[in-house]
Structure formats: structure tokens, C-alpha cells
């Protein structure tokens, strides 16, 4: 099963900062990570497919990049309605598997 | 506009069998370009891939849930279900189903999802 570590796990946030989140895959996986936004009490939605693919209605201050075992996700000029927490997923091999979140504060 | 809908018991006593059912409305099930998927959340905690189903009824579980777990399709009402045998209090989650695209396997679009709890 690939593992995937994420960090960090909190980051507490001023609005308009950067914020980069990390995603290490246990081993090679080419490009199939995806990141997903959970808001409070929402389900997930899909942000960034096959490592740094943009998703028709995501913001483009949501972008991806890496490749092989480590990738990341970076919000450009945070703003308020970003408060969430966020996961990667790899779909390189099976079981499908999730990296353990990162949970983004608003300052 | 794709909605995913779960319906079912929000509370099963341990040692029994936990079942769910997502409806889906806006797209067929049958569209050769999906998996159909469920994955849950234990209450706050990260998320955890149960298992998926093609409309020609493959499927593709987590070797950790496999023994109990089976998930199936009913093209005839454009909806599949989940059943998890021999539940305890480790499998009380909010259990989502959600589209998965066939290609990237990416999950698309989620259902609101549903809390299970499991309790006497």
C-alpha cells in the first residue's frame, strides 16, 4: 500500500499569505495525486487532478506541481473562504489511498 | 448538474451489517467513463477509500475492508450500495459516495455524505 504523508498537519494562516502544502508518496507515482478542499461540514472537492491539473471552476490561486514522490499545493493570496483541510489522494495503485490531511487556519 | 445522494440507517448495532445506498440523478450510471465509490470519515479524522464499482458490476475493494465489505449496482435505478458485515464502534464514519473518473480515478463529484454511527 503507497503512503502518503502530508505537511504540515495545521497551518495557521494570515489572509493574502502563500501557503504551500506537502505530499510525499511512499514511493514513485508518477503523476496520479489529486487534492481535494474539505470545508467544516462539507464533503470534498476536487481541486487539482494529476499532480498539477486544473479543475473547471477551482480558483486560480489553487495550484499543483511535483511529480514522482513528492508534490505540493499552493494557495496563492489566501483568502477567508479558504478555511478547510486538505488531502491528497493517489490513484497510482491499488488500494487508492489518502495522505492524512492538512488543516489550513484563518489568522 | 450530477447529484449523489446517500440514504440508510444512521445507527446498527455492533455485529451487524451496515448498508447504504447512493442514488445518483443528473448522469447515468452506466456512462462507460466512471467508477462509482465509497469512502468514509471517521468523525475527525481523514478520509478512507472503501471500495468501487464499474456499471458492469467489477469491483475493487481496500484489502483492509475486503472480507466485509461488498459493494454492487443496479444500472435499472441508477444506483449502487454498500454493505459492511460484522460492523464495531472503528466503523462509525460519515460514509460518502462519490463518482470516481475512469481514467484519472480522481473523485469528481461527492454525495453529502452520511454519518453511521454504531452503537447498542
Known amino acids: 500500500e503507497i503512503v502518503l504523508t502530508q505537511s504540515p498537519d495545521f497551518q495557521s494562516v494570515t489572509p493574502k499569505e502563500k501557503v504551500t502544502i506537502t505530499c510525499r508518496a511512499s514511493?514513485?507515482?508518477?503523476?496520479?495525486l489529486h487534492w481535494y478542499q474539505q470545508k467544516p461540514d462539507q464533503s470534498p472537492k476536487l481541486l487539482i487532478k494529476y499532480a498539477s491539473q486544473s479543475i473547471s471552476g477551482v480558483p486560480s490561486r489553487f495550484s499543483g506541481s511535483g511529480s514522482g514522490t513528492d508534490f505540493t499545493l499552493t494557495i496563492n493570496s489566501l483568502e477567508a473562504e479558504d478555511a478547510a483541510a486538505y488531502y491528497c489522494h493517489q490513484s497510482s495503485s491499488l488500494p487508492w489511498t489518502f495522505g492524512q490531511g492538512t488543516k489550513v487556519e484563518i489568522k | 448538474q450530477l447529484q449523489l445522494q446517500e440514504s440508510g440507517p444512521g445507527l446498527v448495532k455492533p455485529s451487524e451489517t451496515l448498508s447504504l445506498t447512493c442514488t445518483v440523478s443528473g448522469g447515468s450510471i452506466s456512462s462507460s467513463s466512471y467508477y462509482w465509490g465509497w469512502i468514509r470519515q471517521p468523525p475527525g479524522k481523514g478520509l478512507e477509500w472503501i471500495g468501487s464499482?464499474?456499471?458492469?458490476?467489477?469491483?475493487y475493494y481496500n484489502p483492509s475492508l475486503k472480507s466485509r465489505v461488498t459493494i454492487s449496482v443496479d444500472t435499472s435505478k441508477n444506483q449502487f450500495s454498500l454493505k459492511l458485515s460484522s460492523v464495531t464502534a472503528a466503523d462509525t464514519a460519515v460514509y460518502y459516495c462519490?463518482?470516481?473518473?475512469?481514467?484519472?480515478?480522481?473523485?469528481?463529484?461527492w454525495g453529502q455524505g452520511t454519518l453511521v454511527t454504531v452503537s447498542s
Open positions: 462519490a463518482r470516481q473518473r475512469l481514467r484519472s480515478c480522481a473523485f469528481d463529484y
Open positions: 464499482i464499474y456499471y458492469s458490476g467489477s469491483t
Open positions: 514511493q514513485s507515482i508518477g503523476s496520479s
